[in-house]
């Protein structure tokens, strides 16, 4: 996971904000697969402006949009065809 939070620093620089929430599945963004959802939510503390540290987590998902019931079909031909893909989405903006 620590990928994941890696990719969002360098993706959003100095726009992460106290409240905000992050997610993101896809591969080149730190993720594993796409049926795994990543959820990191940045620490700030004593008026710091950047994040001290960043809270994750990562959950399956059964089924994230394929071309099949159950995502990742073994015929697929592009990760396009394996579901939704999120790099990064500002779930909660503060």
Do not use: W
Request: aromatic share 6%.
């Amino acid at each position: 996971m620590q990928e994941a939070v890696r990719f969002q620093i360098q993706h959003l620089g100095d726009n992460i904000h106290p409240g905000d929430v992050l997610l993101s599945n896809h591969p080149a963004a730190g993720g594993s697969h796409l049926p795994d959802i990543t959820v990191m939510t940045p620490v700030f503390v004593d008026g710091n402006p950047k994040p001290v540290f960043f809270v994750a987590s990562r959950g399956h998902h059964a089924d994230i949009g394929g071309i099949t019931p159950g995502s990742m079909p073994p015929n697929s031909t592009s990760l396009n065809e394996e579901g939704s893909r999120v790099t990064c989405y500002l779930f909660c903006v503060s």
